[in-house]
């Protein structure tokens, strides 16, 4: 069946400092895959999505791109700010399934 | 913009009390969804509703849950005798359309603590 292997945290970054958060995947076919975020007290909220091999995702200076050959999407961000301290959620849907399977999520905390 | 809504925030209950969570998907969305993630564990599919009924459930979701869209506009799911081990928080999310390759949008979560 579908699996998400996310980095575990929680991470500690001072402002400015680059961000990568790891995502594996296992699926059969050929899913889409998206990173979710939430933010203290609210709904996860979807930060970007893939969904197809070599596709980026962008969004608010994130980044991810599906690579299928190393069966990752691992998230990027160059200059994180105070205000993207959350949880971040990794996830893989697709086919005929609807659900969406999800990573553990990593908590990112961001120091001024 | 138009968001899933969740009551209660918290709900805490005795074992084997029934409870019933509540949630408003976004009103032009036809399928609905709940998932749970207990502390600490990963955010795990429970059932997904499309047309009064159920599309997919996942092994967690036996006999003791059912879910139900009484109206035009709420989606509950009822656990009957509550456990332990069902104390998480319970996520409650929408969709335009039916397939995981579409955003699917979730609501800020209830916190079930069985005691």
């Known amino acids: 069946g579908n699996s998400v292997t996310q980095m575990e945290g929680p991470v500690t970054l001072s402002e400015e400092a680059f961000l990568t958060i790891n995502c594996t995947y296992t699926?059969?076919?050929?899913?889409?895959l998206f990173w979710y975020v939430q933010y203290p007290g609210e709904g996860l909220q979807l930060l970007l999505k893939?969904?197809?091999?070599?596709d980026k995702g962008s969004n608010k200076g994130f980044e991810a791109t599906y690579r299928k050959e190393t069966t990752s999407f691992h998230l990027e961000k160059g200059s994180v700010q105070v205000s993207d301290s959350a949880v971040y959620f990794c996830?893989?849907?697709?086919?005929?399934?609807?659900?969406?399977?999800f990573g553990k999520g990593t908590l990112l905390t961001v120091n001024p | 913009e138009p968001e899933v809504t969740q009551t209660p925030s918290h709900q805490v209950t005795q074992m084997g009390q029934e409870v019933i969570l509540r949630c408003v998907p976004i009103?032009?969305?036809?399928?609905f969804y709940w998932y749970r993630q207990i502390l600490g564990q990963k955010v795990e599919f429970l059932v997904s509703?499309?047309?009064?009924?159920?599309?997919?459930k996942s092994e967690i979701f036996d006999d003791q849950f059912s879910v139900e869209r009484p109206d035009g506009s709420n989606f509950t799911l009822k656990i009957r005798s509550t456990k332990l081990e069902d104390s998480a928080m319970y996520f409650c999310?929408?969709?335009?359309?039916?397939?995981?390759?579409?955003?699917?949008?979730f609501g800020p979560g209830t916190r079930l603590t069985v005691l």
């Open positions: 999310a929408s969709s335009i359309s039916g397939t995981g390759y579409n955003e699917q949008f």
């Open positions: 699926a059969t076919g050929y899913p889409s």
């Open positions: 893939a969904t197809k091999a070599d």
């Open positions: 996830a893989l849907g697709g086919g005929s399934n609807y659900k969406l399977t």
């Open positions: 009103s032009n969305h036809l399928y």
């Open positions: 509703f499309y047309n009064n009924e159920i599309s997919e």
